[in-house]
């Protein structure tokens, strides 16, 4: 918070009477409040930009620093409209690292994957590692944890009262990720969280794929404002009709933007003014190989958008939409001094990033040092749960049986899964996946020492043959997931896990092949971005050691237990069926 006297001298530097930390000059500002290019120098104080204009001489002393940006556009920082941040399982200071140099300055982040895991109180550490960083964090408190439904097991489950309570604070910026279902059903919690929200007149962010119809009315009378999540270009168009802000999201597996854009670039309505952009959930090796927002900004581009309207949907827009136009989104006096210099806006590549008044790239050299913090016990040692058995992952039936039809989950694609009824034999009363059948057994186990639920289900569409895999980084509740086609395999999969304290690793014919070790809430790591990018290379490579033809198998893997992916899911409650919000017996019948 900005003291008074902090506050004076803001008001003095507007005025010249305190000189300018730094001034950026001889630049072409790209203006996304007005959609003008024109030449511009900027003085920024400390961490807010206290002048743009033709001249700022008056705002320079012999200690300014002075940046040439001859040839240059000036663009606002970046602001990604939706991401999981853990699940790129860097730590906030590498994820800061790896996007800030293209020229994401901010991110709005419910933080969710840690809250499950060490809970509100927990987030004091990760806030002050934040406060450190040259990159803004716009916190939304989760509209409740755990996300499934039916309900999952996490360490800390978010509740009406506790919005009740935070809404009311300025670090707080609404509510994230209400989920159709909880409005469906009219989850108390969820109304709570929503009604507290309102009353400070903050914004509900919205989660509704596939939502249209009386489906998404239904879901627009609980206020929500903002919604990340279309898988049509005509699913899009209709939200932005009915008045909401919405986001077209890029995933590192799952690519929506060229369909997305098209709700753009195929119509004359300006659904662009109220579009922004977000990745909601990237990896390591997919930012250092094509960029961030940058990336989004191109790509829309090269699909037809109008470099000024791709900007502005990368800065301004998601700006208002979160009710942060205040201090960030565009170059203008009294705005945070996050401004990036670009070659041009067509090519949009970034050169220079300043965020926060701090200079942290100039020509794509790295200008600070990202030093993560010292971590607590208390976020390291986070996975409770004794040694398991081969047994403990045999779904076991009558001794006499000789074979049973089961359902699978059957992915198509990381977000589509659905049934496939499989006939599988049945050795002495152990059902047996089928690499034939191109079935694999799964698990889900509660890590957390709460209840030691341990789910058993069977998964399609892997073309696993061999071995087995594991992650405790697995959104929403990040419990413990197995999948394999080997029992044994299975067992020293997670045996590993269990011991390093989190991580993802990939077991063949009783061997460890690879491992990524995640002690920070047993979702994250330190790693570099370059380091952990080259593990994800490792792991992935490996993973085609178990004949996995999946283009990212543990991606696949730690999605299994969110239930919102249609149709089917696995947590550690049980086979899930979402559509009817209700756990399912994988197996349909047995024969003797």
């Keep these: 918070m900005t003291t008074l006297t902090e506050f004076e001298d803001y008001i003095d530097a507007g005025a010249a009477a305190i000189s300018a930390d730094i001034v950026i000059e001889n630049g072409t500002l790209v203006n996304v409040d007005t959609a003008e290019y024109y030449k511009a120098n900027i003085a920024i104080y400390h961490e807010r930009i206290v002048a743009v204009d033709a001249d700022v001489t008056d705002y320079i002393n012999e200690d300014t620093r002075h940046i040439d940006a001859t040839g240059k556009y000036i663009v606002p920082g970046m602001i990604d409209g939706h991401i999981h941040v853990e699940c790129s399982k860097l730590s906030l200071t590498r994820f800061a690292q790896a996007v800030v140099p293209h020229g994401t300055t901010s991110i709005v982040s419910g933080l969710d994957e840690y809250i499950s895991v060490v809970g509100l109180d927990g987030l004091t550490e990760i806030f002050d590692e934040l406060a450190k960083l040259p990159m803004k964090v716009f916190w939304g408190l989760p509209y409740k944890t755990p996300y499934t439904i039916p309900e999952s097991t996490v360490a800390y489950n978010v509740t009406g009262e506790d919005h009740e309570k935070y809404q009311a604070l300025p670090q707080t910026y609404g509510v994230w990720e209400t989920v159709r279902e ?83 670039t195929e119509n004359t309505a300006n659904v662009a003014r109220h579009t922004s952009f977000c990745t909601d959930d990237v990896n390591a090796h997919d930012i250092l190989a094509h960029g961030h927002l940058d990336n989004m900004v191109r790509l829309a581009i090269q699909a037809g958008v109008n470099p000024m309207t791709a900007i502005q949907m990368a800065t301004i827009n998601g700006a208002e939409a979160y009710h942060v136009d205040d201090q960030v989104g565009s170059v203008a006096p009294g705005k945070q001094a996050d401004i990036l210099l670009i070659d041009d806006p067509t090519n949009f590549n970034i050169e220079t990033v300043i965020s926060k008044g701090e200079v942290v790239t100039i020509a794509g050299e790295e200008q600070v040092s990202f030093i993560p913090p010292k971590r607590s016990e208390s976020i390291q040692n986070t996975i409770h749960h004794a040694e398991l058995t081969a047994d403990d992952f045999a779904y076991h039936v009558a001794d006499d049986v000789k074979q049973a039809v089961v359902q699978t989950i059957n992915s198509i694609g990381p977000f589509v899964r659905k049934r496939l009824d499989v006939t599988l034999p049945v050795i002495d009363g152990i059902v047996q996946p089928s690499v034939e059948n191109n079935v694999a057994m799964a698990s889900v186990i509660e890590r957390y020492g709460v209840n030691g639920n341990h789910a058993r289900g069977f998964i399609s569409g892997w073309s696993i043959k061999r071995g087995a895999i594991a992650t405790t980084m697995a959104p929403d509740d990040n419990n413990l997931v197995v999948a394999g086609v080997d029992a044994e395999d299975m067992a020293l999969a997670a045996n590993t896990l269990i011991t390093c304290g989190g991580g993802q690793v990939i077991v063949v014919d009783g061997e460890v092949v690879s491992l990524l070790e995640l002690p920070i809430a047993g979702i994250n790591t330190d ?66």
């Design 527 to 592: 790693l570099t971005p370059q380091k952990l990018a080259q593990k994800e290379l490792d792991l992935k490579e490996a993973a085609q050691r178990l004949g996995s033809q999946l283009p990212d198998p543990l991606f696949y893997l730690s999605f299994l237990p969110i239930t919102s992916i249609p149709d089917l899911a696995l947590t550690d409650g049980g086979n899930v069926d979402y559509p009817n919000l209700k756990y399912f017996d994988p197996i349909v019948s047995l024969q003797k």
């Design 182 to 264: 909880a409005i469906q059903t009219k989850d108390e919690d969820t109304l709570r969280a929503i009604l507290a929200a309102q009353k400070y007149h903050k914004p509900i962010f919205g989660c509704s794929p596939m939502a249209t119809g009386k489906d998404l009315n239904q879901f627009l009378m609980s206020g929500v404002h903002i919604d990340h999540e279309s898988y049509s270009h005509e699913e899009f168009l209709e939200k932005a009709r009915k008045g909401l802000h919405v986001v077209i999201r890029e995933l590192s597996v799952t690519k929506f933007l060229a369909e997305n854009i098209r709700a753009i």
